[in-house]
């Protein structure tokens, strides 16, 4: 080897500290200098003018969305450090990089791997040790969780109200077209027995071809791989209803869009959420999550036919119903490792994240199997039609905007036709009672009703037959829980209980062209 290979900033300090932005970027360089077939592109410019990099390592002569697309290779996708203060998953996305210039070189010439490894660089540079307190390591701090906005990255994938999220939304997902998406967190909720928790998409409007390859076998196989190679446990994410009494049940978090494993479901393509557990030490946890990093590669290289054979057809798919209300619901009953806990009013040790628990309670460091619930998955409470196409009236700048970044495929009318529309008539419209995200969120109750209407040139067409159907949807059907009527896009433009948005139920020739701006 000409150079040495170089340290993370959790290695060199003996895992007291994480990378800064700087030290991220020296050690792309330092591996840049080691194997010229690596390329580095930027992604997005955060609100205080960080350049994100996304850093590629594939076969020699893959150094761009088109030449990977002719390879047939499939694309992998790791981000870490989407919320600033988990931070191992940045120092594991530098290791696994490092191995795919050395040890794990072997792997580019079945895949590509494309690295992001530090998401939410304004946040990560608020690095102290006042931020999350309960977190276990490392002792010279970590970054906050929002960006330079105040914004959450991970409630920002629909709306895309920060620069950050709408550039790894055009230039990672739309640009590159990962089969895998893989976003890594830690988890700071229950006291449980698994060094690593992890989650497929939630939404069940995602493909069920893609959740249930994940659930049979891909997550099945990562797991055992873990158990087998590594010694360590790992299950789906959840937390205990209550810690005290495990067997009320554990329970996952939501099936909302919002959140990027949800998210990448609806764009019909393969997702593993990354949560490392934040009790055990800052070092334990880089491991669990760099050992997980490598099954995952290991399980994708394995599977990659018939996963890109999933994704295609998902693409191509008439959807006729999708859900626009879900609910939590029983998956299976199972054993779940528990760390047993006991009431203590003496000490004050809660997390945030313990659902009815009280938050005086002691742990007792002693791990048992509990058989109990697993509410691991949602279903659709109410439904509604996928029509033809939905219309949209042209002065929704912002809602066309926010859908073209989305890389949904957008037209606009030609000429005014004539047309069998549906309007939609709002009954009831209630906002949240607590701003979220600097919103008040609106939920739209109402109903569908015909009409023949002369829908003027310069109205744009969003027809369901495209590869984002689903994703488009979401974003458009009213009563959509984190669609842009959620989202406030359409509030100024709802006349007299009337929707700006309509909808075509059947196939029907229209004068439209394809439109790359508003
Ligand atoms: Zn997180």
Redesign the pocket.
């Given at each position: 080897m000409a150079q040495e290979l170089p340290k993370t900033t959790a290695e060199s300090s003996n895992y007291r500290a994480t990378s800064r932005y700087s030290d991220v970027i020296d050690f792309i360089s330092a591996i840049q200098r080691i194997d010229p077939g690596i390329r580095v592109e930027t992604f997005a410019t955060t609100n205080e003018g960080r350049a994100l990099p996304l850093v590629i390592a594939g076969p020699p002569g893959v150094v761009d969305p088109r030449t990977a697309q002719a390879s047939g290779l499939p694309i992998v996708f790791i981000m870490a450090n989407?919320?600033a203060g988990?931070v191992e998953g940045k120092e594991a996305a530098q290791m696994v990089l490092r191995d795919l210039v050395s040890s794990s070189r072997k792997l580019r010439e079945r895949m590509i791997v494309l690295i992001a490894p530090i998401y939410n660089a304004d946040g990560n540079e608020q690095i102290s040790t006042e931020h999350r307190k309960t977190q276990n390591g490392p002792p010279e701090g970590v970054g906050v969780r929002e960006n330079a906005q105040g914004l959450d990255l991970?409630r920002d994938y629909m709306k895309l109200e920060s620069p950050e999220a709408r550039g790894l939304i055009a230039n990672v997902l739309n640009r590159w077209d990962p089969l895998m998406t893989v976003d890594l967190?830690?988890t700071n909720g229950s006291f449980h027995g698994y060094q690593l928790t992890y989650a497929p998409p939630l939404n069940p409007n995602a493909p069920s071809d893609i959740i249930d390859f994940e659930r049979d076998t891909l997550l099945p196989q990562i797991r055992s791989a873990m158990r087998e190679n590594h010694h360590k446990e790992t299950y789906y994410y959840g937390n205990f209803l209550n810690q005290l009494t495990p067997e009320k049940g554990w329970y996952t978090f939501d099936s909302r869009p919002r959140f990027g494993n949800n998210y990448v479901g609806l764009r019909n393509r393969f997702t593993i959420l990354s949560e490392a557990y934040s009790y055990i030490d800052f070092r334990a946890r880089v491991d669990v999550t760099y050992e997980f990093l490598h099954e995952i590669l290991n399980a994708v290289d394995k599977h990659s036919r018939k996963m890109m054979r999933i994704a295609a057809r998902a693409d191509r798919a008439k959807l006729k119903k999708q859900g626009v209300r879900f609910e939590i619901k029983p998956w299976k009953e199972t054993e779940i490792l528990w760390e047993k806990c006991v009431p203590d009013d003496g000490a004050n040790l809660g997390p945030e994240n313990l659902g009815e628990t009280p938050h005086h309670l002691r742990r007792t460091g002693k791990i048992v199997p509990v058989k109990m619930v697993d509410y691991g998955v949602f279903a659709a409470t109410e439904k509604d039609d996928v029509p033809y196409a939905f219309l949209v009236d042209a002065g929704a700048h912002d809602a066309i905007a926010n859908l073209l970044t989305h890389g949904i495929i957008v037209e606009k009318l030609t000429r005014e036709t004539p047309l069998d529309v549906e309007q939609f008539v709002v009954k009831e419209a209630s906002r949240s009672e607590h701003a979220f995200q600097k919103h008040d969120e609106l939920t739209l109750s109402g109903k569908w009703k015909g009409r023949r209407e002369s829908v003027p040139a310069g109205t744009y067409v969003v027809r369901m037959d495209q590869p984002l159907a689903r994703l488009a949807f979401y974003l458009l059907d009213p009563r959509s829980d984190d669609g842009l009527f959620d989202w406030n896009y359409f509030d100024s433009m709802i006349e007299e209980s009337i929707a700006p948005v309509q909808r075509i139920d059947k196939s029907v020739p229209l004068d439209a062209t394809i439109v790359s701006k508003p």
């Open positions: 989407i919320h988990e991970n967190h830690t």
